[in-house]
Nanobody, 125 residues
Framework: QVQLIESGGGLVQAGDSLRLSCAHS????????MAWFRQAPGKEREFVAR????????YYADPVEGRFTISRDNAADTVFLQMDDLRSEDTAVYLC??????????????????WGQGTQVTVSS
């Protein structure tokens, strides 16, 4: 059974940085495209970033392009999200997702089979 556990969230000020981690267990990490989504109170879950199985291809949502970087360590079964120049509008619960069998993943949450519980990121202005 695949499990995803996120960590690294917290309360920061605007302009600060955070690095989120998502530990994948249960096997198959290197065969899964991975992604980060986020959900703010009263809003729908939205795509943030995704990374291909190999780590060579990455896509970002427009609001985070240039500020966030997704990466993965296939030897450690972990995916990361480096978040720089954080803004108040980045405040949300950040969720890690895995899409086994997909090479590149997608922007659609329905394509991801496994989800973590999320980690809270709060940015004060």
């Amino acid at each position: 059974q695949v499990q995803l556990i996120e960590s690294g969230g917290g309360l920061v000020q605007a302009g600060d940085s955070l690095r989120l981690s998502c530990a994948h267990s249960g096997g198959g990490f290197s065969f899964s495209a991975m992604a980060w989504f986020r959900q703010a109170p009263g809003k729908e879950r939205e795509f943030v970033a995704r990374i291909s199985r190999s780590g060579n291809t990455r896509y970002y949502a427009d609001p985070v392009e240039g500020r966030f970087t997704i990466s993965r360590d296939n030897a450690a079964d972990t995916v990361f999200l480096q978040m720089d120049d954080l803004r108040s509008e980045d405040t949300a619960v950040y969720l890690c997702a895995a899409a086994p069998g997909l090479v590149y993943g997608s922007h659609d949450a329905q394509d991801y089979r496994y989800w973590g519980q999320g980690t809270q990121v709060t940015v004060s202005s």
